[in-house]
């Protein structure tokens, strides 16, 4: 319709509030120093959390099936065992080439896919190894959990606990990293943000830009 103020398309407004988050994390990251990523865990009680209780449920109970059958059917176990290799190689550093190199000869699915084509997959040794390898990588805080490990017999109770634990270890190294980067950040912050204001500017001529220009000056810097 002539005269109508012009509609930005899906598009720029999706780079728009994606670039507005990515500075309001890093201003948050700067000024907040107790500031960290946790485990998001939807309550029981919501919609949410009973869908998510419902699916994980089936999940694990399906495993347990298929290892219960006779012969036993590895096909997710072999899945879940990919993911727990990839969840283990996001937490190395560049300085652990011997471990590395050691999960990728353990953990080496072309010849886990051969044991169990030959009915000699030892998921207790597999597992062994997986706990041994999380004791080395984990924060100090989850020695108690990983030790808890040990005591799990029943393979699928035991695989649910290492991607919890998992889980838990990943997101202690995403604060790992933010509180190393905060330094560098907090030299940085002022540049980033102005840099991050002007493209919201850009995005946003006229009297929003002008809107926008007088909230940047109410940020505390």
Not at 58 to 74: G, K, R, T
Request: proline fraction near 6%; include cysteine; charge should be negative.
């Amino acid at each position: 319709v002539s005269g109508s103020p012009p509609t930005a398309s899906l598009s720029s407004l999706m780079e728009l509030e994606n670039c507005v988050s990515n500075m309001s994390l890093a201003h948050e990251i700067v000024v907040n120093r107790d500031f960290c990523f946790k485990p998001r865990n939807p309550s029981t009680d919501s919609l949410e959390g009973r869908v998510t209780e419902i699916v994980h449920r089936a999940f694990w109970d399906s495993l347990q099936e298929q290892l219960n059958s006779d012969p036993p059917n590895y096909s997710h176990a072999v899945l879940l065992l990919q993911e727990v290799k990839t969840m283990l190689q996001s937490l190395l550093l560049p300085a652990h080439v011997r471990l590395r190199s050691q999960l990728d000869e353990v953990l080496d699915m072309d010849l886990i896919g051969q044991e169990v084509d030959h009915g000699a997959l030892d998921l207790h040794r597999l597992a062994e190894f997986v706990i041994n390898t999380m004791a080395s990588l984990c924060a100090p805080v989850r020695d108690p959990e990983v030790r808890a490990l040990r005591d799990l017999k029943e393979p699928v109770e035991l695989l649910r606990e290492i991607f919890r634990v998992l889980g838990l270890m990943k997101t202690d190294m995403v604060n790992f990293t933010i509180q190393s980067l905060r330094p560098h950040l907090m030299q940085q912050a002022i540049q980033y943000e102005r840099a991050k204001f002007q493209q919201i500017l850009d995005k946003q001529p006229g009297e929003k830009g002008f809107h926008f220009q007088c909230e940047w000056k109410k940020w505390p810097l």
